[in-house]
C-alpha cells in the first residue's frame, strides 16, 4: 500500500453520513482517515451500508481510541487544526504530504488542550458572521482540496470526464 498522500482525523465524530462523506473525500484524494473514539455511531457492517460508507473496504482508515494513540501511530508531518475560534485563514498554511489535518466532533469541536496545543498552527476557514458554522464534511472537502492544489494536484486517472458543454 503507497503512503497516504495526508491523514485526516476526525476527533469524536457524531454523525454518521457526515463521516461517510468524509471517507469519500479521502478515498478520492488518497488520504487516510483516522477516527478518534468515542464515536457517535457503529463501524459494523450494517450500520456502514445505512450511512451509505458501502465503499469503506476501498478506503484506508483506521479507529484509534484515543489522540495519543494517533501519535503514537503517526508521528510524522504537521498537525493543522482546524476550529473556527482560529484567526488563519486555511489558505495562508503551507500543506505538505503526510500532514495531519485534524477535525473535531459537530457538536463541540475540538477539546482546549488539542486547540492549544500549537496556535500557529490553528486554521479556520473565513466565513460571514451570519453563519455559526459549517457542516463537518464540507469544511473536510474544502481543506483537504486546498491541501491537494497546494501539493501539486492529483494526477489525472483514466479518461477525463466530458462535459456536457465540451
Known amino acids: 500500500m503507497t503512503e497516504p498522500l495526508f491523514h485526516v482525523v476526525l476527533h469524536r465524530p457524531e454523525i454518521p453520513p457526515n463521516t461517510g462523506n468524509v471517507?469519500?473525500?479521502c478515498l478520492a484524494v488518497g488520504a487516510k482517515l483516522w477516527l478518534v473514539r468515542p464515536l457517535g455511531f457503529r463501524l459494523d457492517e450494517k450500520h456502514l451500508r445505512r450511512a451509505g460508507m458501502d465503499y469503506w473496504p476501498l478506503l484506508d482508515w483506521e479507529a484509534v481510541d484515543d489522540w495519543a494513540e494517533y501519535r503514537r501511530k503517526q508521528p510524522g508531518g504537521t498537525i493543522w487544526t482546524f476550529t473556527k475560534h482560529a484567526a488563519r485563514p486555511m489558505w495562508d498554511a503551507e500543506f505538505?504530504?503526510?500532514?495531519?489535518?485534524?477535525?473535531?466532533?459537530?457538536?463541540?469541536g475540538l477539546p482546549e488542550e488539542l486547540m492549544t496545543r500549537?496556535?500557529?498552527?490553528?486554521?479556520?476557514?473565513?466565513?460571514?458572521?451570519?453563519?455559526?458554522?459549517?457542516?463537518?464534511?464540507?469544511?473536510?472537502?474544502a481543506a483537504v482540496y486546498e491541501a491537494v492544489r497546494q501539493t501539486g494536484g492529483l494526477p489525472p486517472v483514466g479518461n477525463p470526464v466530458s462535459s456536457p458543454h465540451d
Do not use: I, K, Y
Open 118 to 141: 500549537d496556535p500557529a498552527r490553528n486554521l479556520t476557514l473565513p466565513m460571514r458572521p451570519e453563519v455559526r458554522s459549517l457542516n463537518l464534511a464540507s469544511t473536510v472537502t
Open 96 to 108: 505538505a504530504p503526510g500532514d495531519t489535518l485534524l477535525f473535531g466532533s459537530e457538536s463541540s
Open 23 to 25: 471517507g469519500r473525500t
